[in-house]
Every structure is written in C-alpha cells, then in structure tokens.
C-alpha cells in the first residue's frame, strides 16, 4: 500500500493512474518530488499537507487552496488547470522554474510575481503580454510555442537570456536585445541580420528555416551544434567555415 510508503520522496503516478486516492497521499509528508498529471482522485486536501514539495507536475483537480500553501516550490509544471488563478501562482515566489501546457487562466498579474524563474516553457496559448514577461529578468531561458502577444519590447530586460525558443513572435530586432543567447531555436521569424547580433551562439536549430544563408553563419564562429533540415540556403561552403562544429544535421552537408 502506498500510505505504508512514508519515508517516500519521489512519487510519479504516471499519466492516468487512478488507484491512489487522497487517503494514501495524505500520509506521504516527506514527498518533495510529485508527478500526477492525470489522477482525478488527488484533490487539494491532500496536496495541502505536502508542504515539502519542491517538484510538481499536476492535472486539473488542484486550486489555489492547496497551491497556495506549496511555498517550497521551485519548479511547477501545470497542465490543463483552469481552477489555478493568478492568486495561488503569486504565493509561489520561490519557483524558478514553470512550464504551462493547455487551457489556463493565467495573466500577467500571476505571471508578473514569479520574479525567481529562471526558466520558462509556455507550450499553450496565452494572453500574456510584454508586461507580464518583462517583469522576469533572471530568466536564462524561455520556450514559447503557440499563441502568444509578446513583443520584441519586452526582451529589453531579459539580458541574462542564454536559450531561446520561438517559433513566431520575434524578430530580429529581439536579438538584438540578446548579447549573452546562446542557443536559439527558431524558424522564418529571424534572418542573416539576426544573427550578426548573437555571436556567442553555440547551438542553432532552425528546423523550418528559410531565410538563413552562409552569410548568416559567418556571424557565428562558436557554433558547434547546427540543425537546418529543410534549409536550402546553407552550403558546404559556409558550413565547412564553421570549425567549432562537433555536430550537424541537413539534407546538404557531407
């Protein structure tokens, strides 16, 4: 039985486990690591008495009345919660690292508050704004997938950024605000100009990339991982230039 288990500190219920049920999660107080995406029978009473939670991955059950209560929190992965609000996310000053997945009620207010994160995946659509993203000035990397209205004003701040991921929403003149990148992933949002202003890349991925060229890669004499499967613009050329590469991925190079 899992309420036998009290020493435990690392449960992961799997994605649809459903045999556990509150009374055995209750009794698991030394928990600091828990996953649950999926367990409709996990509810606050029992998530309110884990306050040595550090790792949390959870569904839809949970609301501010447990969350709230979860301040040792450093890394958060919510997906699909519509009963979390921006009050419970502001009591998690403490998280450095948050990672959002599906339908949410979130806004820049909650968002805003997390001032620790140093790390940030929204993998869903959001109405967050350059407000609530510039308020996270020690982020070293951020992952945006989706819907978003993020601006490049709002990577002004940001200047501890190493690894971005963007597949839409900034342009060239966002990297212009990022001297210290170095990862980016991207797709058409960036071109040559772009790059000229991040040298100290070590890793570019740029699946989908068609603007790219070797002039491009001539800004970029650290690189040592490149990905450009559906680019046609790089050649051997430009590539055989990059003498830092430990790594490549393309349909061109050989």
């Known amino acids: 039985s899992l ?5 435990l500190t690392n449960l992961n219920c799997g994605f649809y486990n459903t045999n556990f049920t509150d009374k055995s999660l209750s ?3 030394n928990l600091t690591h828990l996953v649950c995406c999926h367990n409709v029978n996990f509810t606050d009473k029992s998530l309110s008495l884990l306050t040595n939670l550090t790792r949390l991955k959870w569904g839809s059950n949970f609301t501010d009345k447990s969350l709230s209560l979860l301040t040792n929190l450093t890394h958060l992965v919510c997906c699909h919660n519509v009963n979390f609000t921006d009050k419970g996310l502001s009591s998690l000053t403490n998280l450095t690292s948050f990672t959002l997945k ?3 009620n ?4 909650g968002l805003s508050s997390l001032t620790n ?9 959001s109405n967050f704004t350059d407000e609530g ?3 996270l000035t020690n982020l070293t990397r951020l992952q945006l997938t989706r819907h978003h209205k993020f601006t490049d004003k709002c990577l002004i701040p940001l200047l501890k950024l190493t690894v971005l ?4 929403h900034f342009t060239d003149v966002g990297l212009s605000f990022l001297p210290n990148l170095t990862t980016l992933v991207c797709e058409d949002n960036f071109t040559d100009v772009g790059l000229s202003y991040v040298p100290k890349l070590t890793s570019l991925v740029c699946h989908s990339n068609t603007t790219f060229t070797d002039k491009g890669l001539s800004f970029l004499p650290n690189l ?3 990905n450009y499967s559906s680019n046609t613009n790089f050649t051997n050329k430009g590539i055989s230039k990059l003498t830092n590469l430990t790594r490549t991925w393309g349909h061109q190079y050989v």
């Open 106 to 109: 979130f806004t820049d207010t």
């Open 102 to 104: 599906g339908k949410h």
């Open 133 to 135: 993203l510039s308020s």
């Open 117 to 125: 994160l140093t790390i940030l995946n929204l993998i869903c659509d």
């Open 224 to 226: 040592t991982i490149l």
């Open 3 to 7: 309420s036998l288990l009290t020493n």
């Open 165 to 168: 991921s963007d597949m839409d």
């Open 27 to 29: 009794l698991l107080t």
